[in-house]
């Protein structure tokens, strides 16, 4: 089929002349400024995979900005995806990793509403590859979805006075600006609408969309973002941080001559020897350019886009599997374990207590600061809380963090996502047709759907809980209050 359809196209570019854009929905075709890209039809879907928006970062592009790719005329095809970036928990895991994918309804002219997802990993691993976030359902909505790679772990985040000719330690950062500069120059030949992208992602990636949302250089490249599960109130490494955790870094690979010459191998065993004594060592940092400051010191000051956004989290964003992790999250709390208990009457043990109380602390609380200084500046802000279980898990739930993306994407029988069952289908259903509204007009409601009102100027959220998807009052907020006093002491 891939052959006929390759056949197809070429022989349609023949009888085209001179290179322009073909009208979309004849064959999964487009004429982008990197070349002319062949894609893959999967019954009403049109998905073009691996594309690379930005020249292989090696060699001596490594811990560089993102370079701009050679304008071509050549055709390639798009069937397979790219590599996913450089990872210790990845084999197949490359340098050579700058790549997006599009998905896209076949056969439906545009210009239609477009998506980019940012996916989530800590900064340190994770893949738009993922067939967890294959874009097809939203395309059989109407609308384009692109998920990108981009650079991760020390590659991704290293700041070092021996790089300092490239200006920051933030090239993960760089990399989702390039690509959302790639979909701004390109995603017409796919149909898209330039001037109607929405961001969304989940953890890292959520974490991502806020800097972006503060940063002058990317501003212009988007007009609705959904930020799920953000840590909002998480303290940014300032340079000097950054650059001490980098001199770490440097010094765990040995004596060398140059950083750029150090072979993959060598790069990861260094990192995951870090990684294993402190998780968080390689993320976003302060570099007085791109992030210049922390994302709630941000919404504070009112620096953000003032644009619609959707924001939440979930039920049970972690589990503690140790001791000494249960008295690390009940240390942070000023409260005894005994008021923790009456502030979590379904929390059972120790452990229990300790994730309900890190959830609120670390997203829950976070996330309405962070719902209430949006909405403050006009700008429509919608708030939810995922509390849904998959009926088949609910006797022996998992980790909730990243518990709705298989709600959202509607992936079923993959790696990362079980097998619905019908009920868990209607708030898939539903949960992804307020994402889809809220993508192609700022506004989650629509018919049939259950009434989302905006937070403005009370706490309203959207709970989707087991036994209903209704909005009102946050029933959490007594605790949360409690919470956000100790937070701002």
């Given at each position: 089929?891939?052959?006929?359809?390759?056949?197809?196209?070429?022989l349609g570019l023949l009888c085209a002349g001179p290179a322009v854009a073909q009208p979309v929905g004849q064959y999964p075709f487009a004429l982008t400024r990197a070349g002319q890209m062949l894609g893959a039809v999967e019954g009403e879907v049109a998905s073009?995979?691996?594309?690379?928006?930005?020249?292989?970062?090696?060699?001596?592009?490594?811990?560089?900005?993102?370079?701009?790719?050679?304008?071509s005329s050549e055709m390639s095809t798009a069937y397979d995806y790219g590599a996913p970036c450089l990872q210790p928990s990845l084999p197949a895991a490359r340098e050579d990793c700058l790549t997006l994918n599009v998905f896209r309804p076949f056969g439906v002219d545009g210009p239609l509403p477009v998506m980019v997802f940012i996916h989530g990993g800590g900064f340190v691993s994770g893949t738009a590859n993922d067939p967890l976030f294959e874009g097809a359902r939203f395309a059989q909505a109407g609308l384009i979805v692109v998920?990108?790679?981009y650079r991760l772990g020390a590659l991704g985040w290293l700041e070092h006075p021996a790089l300092t000719e490239s200006g920051s330690g933030n090239f993960g950062l760089m990399d989702q600006i390039a690509a959302l500069r790639w979909v701004h120059d390109n995603i017409a030949a796919f149909g898209g609408d330039a001037n109607n992208v929405t961001l969304f992602g989940n953890g890292a990636g959520a974490t991502s969309i806020a800097l972006l949302m503060l940063c002058a250089q990317s501003r212009d490249l988007f007009q609705k973002a959904i930020l799920?599960?953000?840590?909002?109130?998480?303290?940014?490494?300032?340079?000097?941080?950054?650059?001490?955790?980098?001199?770490?870094?440097?010094?765990?690979?040995?004596?060398?001559?140059?950083?750029?010459?150090?072979?993959?191998?060598?790069?990861?065993?260094?990192?995951?020897?870090?990684?294993?004594?402190?998780?968080?060592?390689?993320?976003?940092?302060?570099?007085?350019?791109?992030?210049?400051?922390?994302?709630?010191?941000?919404?504070?000051?009112?620096?953000?886009?003032?644009?619609?956004?959707?924001?939440?989290?979930?039920?049970?964003?972690?589990?503690?599997?140790?001791?000494?992790?249960?008295?690390?999250?009940?240390?942070?709390?000023?409260a005894s374990l005994d008021e923790l208990r009456r502030l979590y009457p379904d929390a059972r043990t120790p452990s229990e207590i300790?994730?309900?109380?890190?959830?609120?602390?670390?997203?829950?609380?976070?996330?309405?600061?962070?719902?209430?200084?949006?909405?403050?500046?006009?700008?429509?802000?919608?708030?939810?809380?995922?509390?849904?279980?998959?009926?088949?898990?609910?006797?022996?739930?998992?980790?909730?963090?990243?518990?709705?993306?298989?709600?959202?994407?509607?992936?079923?029988?993959?790696?990362?996502?079980?097998?619905?069952?019908?009920?868990?289908?209607?708030?898939?259903?539903?949960?992804?047709?307020?994402?889809?509204?809220?993508?192609?007009?700022?506004?989650?409601?629509?018919?049939?759907?259950?009434?989302?009102?905006?937070?403005?100027?009370?706490?309203?959220?959207l709970l989707i809980a087991n036994d209903r998807i209704a909005s009102g009052d946050d029933p959490s907020s007594e605790r949360l209050d409690r919470l956000a006093r100790e937070s701002e002491k």
């Open positions: 089929m891939r052959s006929l359809l390759a056949l197809i196209a070429a073009f995979k691996g594309l690379a928006y930005a020249a292989p970062p090696v060699g001596s592009l490594r811990w560089r900005p993102p370079q701009d790719l050679p304008e998920t990108v790679n799920q599960s953000v840590p909002g109130r998480a303290r940014l490494p300032s340079s000097q941080e950054a650059e001490a955790a980098g001199r770490q870094f440097v010094a765990a690979l040995g004596k060398l001559a140059d950083l750029r010459a150090v072979e993959p191998a060598r790069l990861l065993a260094a990192e995951r020897k870090l990684l294993e004594k402190s998780p968080r060592r390689f993320a976003p940092a302060m570099d007085g350019n791109l992030v210049t400051e922390d994302i709630a010191a941000g919404f504070a000051a009112g620096h953000e886009s003032r644009i619609p956004l959707i924001i939440g989290s979930n039920d049970d964003e972690t589990r503690f599997d140790s001791e000494l992790e249960v008295k690390e999250a009940l240390s942070s709390s000023i300790a994730a309900s109380f890190y959830t609120d602390k670390v997203f829950s609380e976070p996330v309405r600061m962070l719902a209430r200084l949006h909405a403050a500046t006009g700008a429509p802000t919608f708030r939810y809380r995922f509390t849904y279980v998959p009926e088949a898990r609910r006797a022996n739930p998992d980790e909730g963090h990243g518990r709705e993306l298989q709600f959202i994407f509607g992936v079923e029988g993959v790696p990362g996502a079980g097998i619905f069952s019908r009920r868990d289908r209607e708030v898939a259903s539903r949960m992804r047709s307020y994402w889809i509204n809220f993508a192609k007009k700022g506004d989650p409601n629509g018919p049939e759907l259950p009434r989302w009102d905006a937070a403005a100027d009370r706490d309203h959220l």
